[in-house]
């Protein structure tokens, strides 16, 4: 049995270009990090930033609902908290520094979703770990 491949959907193609355009858009405007956004990165000043630390207050009130949801149920825990930080006034955006320009771009909503996936896990394991 032969297995095709899907067709290409039109409507994929299209936010793709619109998400390059965006991206083409904001990257002529300088990208100045704000108490809201969250750096991404591990460590030293990211860490100290107040929106970092402002996710890992947010994440510490999740921490038990994360750690008892199932796959499914804690991804959408991450996606809720990477809405709420893009609804705050002014948005917050998780942004990373380019190595070879030293701009700061939006890494957008997955990556975004990885890293308040990883700031949940830290707090559901400094649970674990400190002493009762």
């Known amino acids: 049995m032969k297995i095709q491949k899907p067709a290409k959907s039109e409507s994929k193609g ?14 002529e405007e300088e990208v100045t990090p704000h108490g809201n956004d969250i750096l991404m990165g591990r460590g030293g ?23 008892l949801s199932s796959k499914k149920g804690k991804s959408h825990i991450s996606r809720e908290i990477v809405a709420y930080v893009r609804s705050m ?18 890494v957008g909503d997955d990556a975004a979703r990885e890293k308040v996936s990883q700031v949940l896990r830290d707090a559901v394991s400094a649970i674990h770990s400190s002493p009762s």
């Open 14 to 27: 299209k936010s793709q270009s619109k998400a390059i355009r965006i991206k083409k858009a904001m990257s």
């Open 45 to 67: 000043k990211n860490n100290q930033h107040a929106g970092n630390e402002q996710l890992r207050n947010v994440c510490r009130g999740q921490r038990e609902s994360y750690r």
């Open 89 to 106: 006034d002014p948005p917050g955006r998780f942004l990373k520094k380019d190595a070879l320009t030293g701009d700061w771009e939006d």
